[in-house]
């Protein structure tokens, strides 16, 4: 085979890996520019096949939640406390959390094929308005499998203000218990985050007159909590459903979460020392 000329000297290398880890949010555009800028002339796309070459990808940024510097601490703190616990200490736990689910899944946004300047005809755009969007659930889980899948039926659900501690309490009160004794058993310890709701003056109480265990969770961390990804399976597993109003979405929601396997939320919750 005949060898292709290399555009690119080893320096040159060498200097677009530099550039691009000085400065992450560079373009290759602008890496283009600030090589030109010292004599040397290369096309967008060897910049890009370089970078590749060295297993640099472009991705869209995540975005992610600033966390205090008290709960950085807190956070770090939990994980050093558990991260030696047993499985047998994670299989003990009734992990709760609330989740929005929307009627449309993906927030509505599809992709449409379409020719440029038509963003705004009708048969390109999706109403959002249409059925009055999503509906909030509480759910929990362990590693044996899920449990209920609650609805929260007021009015503010949709205006995405959160359900108050008193539809919070009545909830727990109904659902631990028996939750915990089908899927843990006598012993078991409940899971739920710092909500302003579920620290309330009133919930604390109610909490204590159960005799729970409740596990001290740090502030800002749902990428702990395994039931998090349990919702995004649920959502997965919803997007190939149309549910033509919120009763038919509460409906495919609690088959949804009925259909995730045990194997699944085992290795959910056996997740937890690696996030850790």
Not at 2 to 21: A, E, P, W
Not at 48 to 69: A, I, M, N
Not at 151 to 175: G, P, Q
Not at 221 to 250: C, M, R, V, Y
Request: hydrophobic letters at 35%; a positive charge; glycine letters at 4%.
């Amino acid at each position: 085979a005949q060898q292709h000329q290399k555009k690119t000297t080893v320096v040159d290398d060498r200097r677009i890996l530099s550039l691009v880890k000085k400065t992450p949010f560079t373009t290759v555009g602008q890496i283009k520019n600030t090589l030109q800028e010292v004599g040397v002339c290369v096309s967008k796309s060897t910049i890009k096949r370089r970078l590749h070459q060295s297993e640099y990808r472009g991705f869209t940024t995540r975005c992610k939640p600033l966390v205090s510097l008290k709960n950085r601490k807190a956070r770090l703190e939990f994980a050093k406390q558990h991260l030696t616990k047993p499985s047998q200490f994670w299989n003990k736990i009734l992990w709760t959390d609330e989740t929005k689910i929307n009627l449309y899944q993906s927030d509505g946004k599809r992709k449409v094929w379409r020719r440029k300047g038509t963003a705004h005809d009708p048969k390109h755009t999706t109403s959002s308005v249409k059925h009055g969007g999503c509906v909030v659930a509480w759910a929990c889980m362990a590693a044996n499998g899920t449990g209920s899948l609650v609805f929260i039926d007021d009015e503010t659900a949709d205006k995405s203000s959160r359900m108050n501690s008193e539809v919070f309490r009545a909830i727990l009160s109904a659902h631990i218990q028996p939750n915990a004794a089908e899927l843990i058993g006598r012993l078991f310890t409940v899971q739920m985050d710092n909500d302003p709701k579920h620290i309330a003056k009133a919930t604390k109480e109610f909490l204590k007159g159960q005799k729970w265990n409740v596990m001290q969770w740090p502030s800002q961390s749902p990428d702990l909590n395994p039931i998090e990804h349990a919702f995004h399976l649920l959502k997965t597993k919803l997007k190939g459903k149309s549910p033509k109003n919120k009763q038919e979405l509460k409906t495919v929601a609690v088959e949804a979460w009925q259909s995730i396997t045990r194997d699944e939320t085992q290795r959910l919750v056996m997740s937890m020392r690696s996030r850790l």
